[in-house]
């Protein structure tokens, strides 16, 4: 782009909090979204991110964006429905202001998510209820959730800090401290510290990209993730014609961007019915603002047969109860444990940082984008090629310092892709 300033040059340690965040800012724009001269961009954020948001809206415009909009929700206001609002309404959710969202993306604007709020939210609230208010929501989502997972638009999800994210984070901290705290893993996890993020962003994605070429020049046949202690051993076929994929992407409408910030992860589709064997989670999980820690799975033709948690089993078992595909993978992604997320050994509790930090797969939707050619197929032809569809897409962490993964090829031979948590 050529409208945008250039980055402050100063030693990253010597700038103020407010130049730090007008850093990330920038790079949320000219980085994550990839914002065009006269394209719209849509913003949700929460209310804590007002700061923030007041300076990525500031730096849209410099882009020359023709309108930035952002649509805030507050954690009190979420919880306050949960405590108070009739029961027989948790099956609703304003469809209209989803429809009015993919008419946004429709009509050319990207989407900028900012990540942010309390990881555990809902956890004392009665699961049923958050899985009734989860299942509304994705069905009114899914047309605009369609045009983000076939990548048609540049979009991005970057992250702040909030106070009650951040006391989740680092418990035994003061909150001003906890919060300097996350903020300061938020900076450096989407590599803002340097003297050029913007070349070091360039740099970050060809390593990736070097990464994705040679998985793709593979072709294995699946992936098979296997620990030491045996508490995970898992076979995840991969679908045919599957493309690994990775870092920044040109969408459909032909303009670069960087989907999450940070990222670290390569990532392709799975065969929904070539999943076999048992796997234990690596980290826990926030699900919309439920906590779900020790998940153990057992998968069968692609299926999980048996999930168990040692706590929010029951929210994990709702998960995949939500539809046909919810129990079926829709990614799989490896990323190398020495991440800079992994090393600095930070639990997040929240998906866009602890993806990032250990190999994972997800369950429900795949990405359609990740199957040569599969941005212009049917749900039927993606179906067909083994891509699994849902209402969900969640990741879990199942890599980590002692996680083993060989890439199978077609005529059975396993090769070392990963010893010890890192690349061969
Ligand atoms: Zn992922
Ligand atoms: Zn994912």
């Not at 168990?308 to 939500?322: D, F, V, Y």
Request: hydrophobic share 45%.
């Amino acid at each position: 782009m050529s409208t945008a300033a250039t980055l402050t040059p100063a030693a990253f340690t010597t700038l103020s909090f407010d130049q730090k965040l007008d850093r990330l800012a920038e790079v949320a724009v000219r980085v994550g979204a990839g914002l065009q001269p006269d394209q719209e961009l849509v913003i949700t954020a929460p209310i804590d991110a007002l700061p923030l948001v007041r300076l990525i809206t500031a730096h849209a415009y410099k882009a020359g964006a023709k309108l930035v909009t952002t649509f805030f929700a507050d954690d009190a206001t979420t919880l306050a429905r949960y405590q108070l609002a009739p029961d027989a309404t948790f099956d609703y959710a304003p469809t209209w202001y989803y429809d009015a969202i993919a008419a946004a993306y429709r009509s050319g604007a990207a989407r900028m998510g900012i990540t942010g709020a309390n990881p555990a939210l809902l956890a004392q609230q009665d699961p049923t209820k958050v899985s009734r208010a989860n299942v509304a929501v994705s069905k009114a989502y899914k047309p605009a959730m369609e045009i983000i997972t076939r990548h048609e638009i540049n979009w991005t999800i970057v992250a702040a800090a909030t106070p009650a994210w951040a006391a989740l984070v680092f418990p035994n901290e003061a909150p001003d401290a906890a919060l300097a705290k996350l903020w300061d893993a938020i900076f450096a996890s989407s590599r803002i510290t340097g003297d050029d993020p913007i070349a070091d962003w360039k740099r970050h994605n060809a390593n990736i990209k070097r990464r994705v070429d040679l998985l793709n020049a593979k072709r294995f046949h699946s992936l098979r993730f296997y620990t030491p202690d045996n508490a995970t051993d898992l076979t995840v076929g991969l679908a045919d014609q599957h493309l690994w994929a990775g870092g920044g992407t040109t969408s459909g409408n032909g303009f670069f961007c960087n989907p999450n910030i940070p990222t670290e992860e390569c990532f392709t589709t799975p065969h929904k019915s070539r999943v076999n064997g048992h796997v234990a989670a690596s980290k826990p999980l926030s699900h919309q603002g439920t906590l779900i820690e020790n998940i153990r799975c057992t998968f069968k033709d692609g299926k999980i047969t048996h999930a168990t948690a040692t706590a929010g089993e029951a929210a994990i078992n709702k998960l995949i109860s939500t539809d046909e595909g919810a129990r079926q993978l829709g990614e799989v992604a490896l990323v190398p444990n020495p991440s800079p997320i992994a090393q600095s050994g930070v639990l997040f509790w929240n998906t866009l940082f602890d993806e990032n930090a250990a190999s994972h797969i997800a369950l429900g939707q795949a990405y359609s984008t990740c199957l040569i050619g599969g941005e212009k197929m049917s749900n039927e032809e993606l179906a067909k090629l083994g891509a699994n569809e849902s209402l969900i897409h969640v990741d879990w962490m199942i890599g980590g310092p002692t996680m083993n993964v060989d890439g199978i090829s077609s005529n059975a031979t396993p090769e070392a892709l990963m010893r010890n948590g890192d690349w061969v």
